[in-house]
């Protein structure tokens, strides 16, 4: 079945530090790729997306690049800041599967300090 | 805009018992989902419905049961809790589209056992 594969536990920065959390992705079709990100005491919100291969999602400073060669998706921002602490999720939905249904990984918490 | 709303923020109960939690969304969305949260293993799915009184069952279903009355509305039962069940549960609906649907997630409630 198809899974995410995400840097697993904890990254811990400090301001203006560049993140990287790396994402690789298992699927018998052609994916789209998610990223969202859950602030305490939230829902999980949908961060952006990509559909295609090379197609770069984007948004608030954070990026990734959908790499069908190497199965990835890292998620990658120059300058973290505090408010950037939370958890996220690398995740995909698979048209080969259930268009429905995204597969989650299982989280990432970023943590900050000034 | 809409909302996702779940009901209540924190549910408990005793060991054996039957207990439900409630979800309602007005964005007039098709389908919805409940996933639960453990810490260190992400958002796994157990239930979804794409459209009213329709019923699937995700990689979690055992123990749990889904009701999808109305298109607006969205329920899961425990069917008998147990202390190892303690999780958030994530009730989320969506918008279908070709490529993989965008999830909006409520804001979670937390099941506790005693």
């Known amino acids: 079945g198809d899974s995410v594969t995400q840097t697993e536990g904890q990254v811990a920065l400090s301001e203006e530090d560049f993140l990287t959390i790396h994402c690789n992705y298992s699927a018998s079709g052609y994916p789209t790729l998610f990223w969202y990100v859950q602030y305490p005491g939230e829902g999980p919100q949908l961060l952006f997306r990509a559909s295609r291969d090379k197609e770069k999602g984007s948004s608030r400073g954070f990026e990734a690049t959908y790499d069908k060669g190497t199965t990835s998706f890292h998620l990658r921002k120059a300058s973290v800041q505090e408010s950037d602490s939370a958890v996220y999720y690398c995740a995909l939905s698979d048209l080969g599967g259930s268009n429905y249904k995204l597969t989650f990984g299982k989280g990432t918490l970023l943590t900050v300090t000034p | 805009g809409g909302i996702i709303t779940q009901t209540p923020k924190f549910l408990i109960g005793q060991e054996g018992q039957k207990l439900t939690l409630k979800c309602q969304q007005n964005f007039n969305h098709d389908t919805m989902y409940w996933y639960r949260q453990d810490s260190g293993k992400g958002l796994r799915l157990i239930y979804y419905s794409i459209t009213e009184n329709d019923l699937q069952k995700g990689d979690l279903s055992e123990g749990y049961d889904a009701s999808r009355e109305k298109k607006s509305s969205f329920s899961l039962t425990v069917t008998s809790a147990q202390k190892n069940e303690m999780a958030v549960f994530l009730c989320?609906?969506?918008?279908?589209?070709?490529?993989?649907?965008?999830?909006?997630f409520g804001e979670g409630s937390r099941l506790i056992v005693v």
């Open positions: 989320a609906s969506s918008t279908d589209r070709v490529g993989g649907n965008t999830l909006y």
